[in-house]
């Protein structure tokens, strides 16, 4: 099946730093991928929807210069969080998908900012 | 308003015992239906989609589904529970046809704990 890799898995930082978060779809093209935001015990919050080629479609609430979403290939999307504070400290997930396929999801990313 | 309800946070289920979990739906159009499940510190593998045609949807690991359009609901079962199911179920919706299978809306999942 579809294979989407998310790296890092977990990565803990100082607070003002910036990290970035990358998204490769493995054995497809992704015409567009999504971010989405987990809190502990929640659910899934979509951020952004990156199509290739193009600016990210951000969803409301969401900072897009605090989150910096890059498309640049029809296989790698990354996520930079900006000047990272512990409030930004979450699991983010990626997914990625191509013409009318369900979404396929990466194992995520666990931030922890100090 | 588009929304995802799952009734239950938390449900235990003895091993060998049968499973059903709940969601609802409030969704303008004609919906495509999810079910993803998520092990701790892990991303979401999907477990069956309904687009259309026959309600009864089969998916991995055993578990199926069944669309009840005029319940609004995507109830997910499975006969015989293992222990390996314990784990994170989302129900999810988003639009149909449209390219990207975007915006989906997911509930706020039901933990699944099996008891030997």
């Given amino acids: 099946g579809a294979v989407v890799s998310q790296h890092p898995s977990w990565v803990i930082c100082k607070s003002g730093t910036s990290v970035k978060i990358e998204c490769r779809s493995l054995d497809f093209q992704a015409t567009t991928m999504f971010w989405y935001r987990q809190f502990p015990k929640q659910s899934l919050m979509l951020m952004a929807t990156s199509n290739e080629g193009s600016k990210a479609t951000y969803e409301q609430g969401v900072e897009k210069d605090k989150f910096l979403i890059n498309h640049a290939s029809l296989t790698l999307s990354t996520l930079t969080v900006t000047s990272a504070h512990p409030e930004d400290s979450s699991f983010y997930i990626c997914s990625a998908t191509h013409s009318n396929q369900p979404q396929h999801f990466g194992d995520g990313t666990r931030l922890s900012i100090l | ?116």
Avoid: M
């Avoid at chain 2, 199911?85 to 704990?113: H, M, R, W």
């Fill in chain 2, 1 to 116: 308003a588009q929304s995802v309800t799952q009734p239950d946070i938390h449900i235990t289920v003895s091993e060998g015992a049968s499973l059903e979990l709940r969601c609802n739906y409030s969704y303008g159009a004609t919906p495509y239906l999810f079910w993803y499940v998520q092990s701790p510190g892990q991303g979401l593998q999907l477990l069956l989609k309904y687009f259309s045609g026959d309600t009864l949807v089969q998916g991995i690991k055993g578990f199926e589904a069944e669309f009840k359009r005029s319940q609004s609901s995507f109830n997910l079962r499975k006969p015989s529970v293992h222990w390996s199911d314990a784990a994170e179920y989302f129900c999810a919706v988003g639009p149909g046809y449209g390219g990207s299978q975007g915006n989906l809306i997911f509930g706020k999942g039901t933990k699944l704990s099996v008891k030997p």
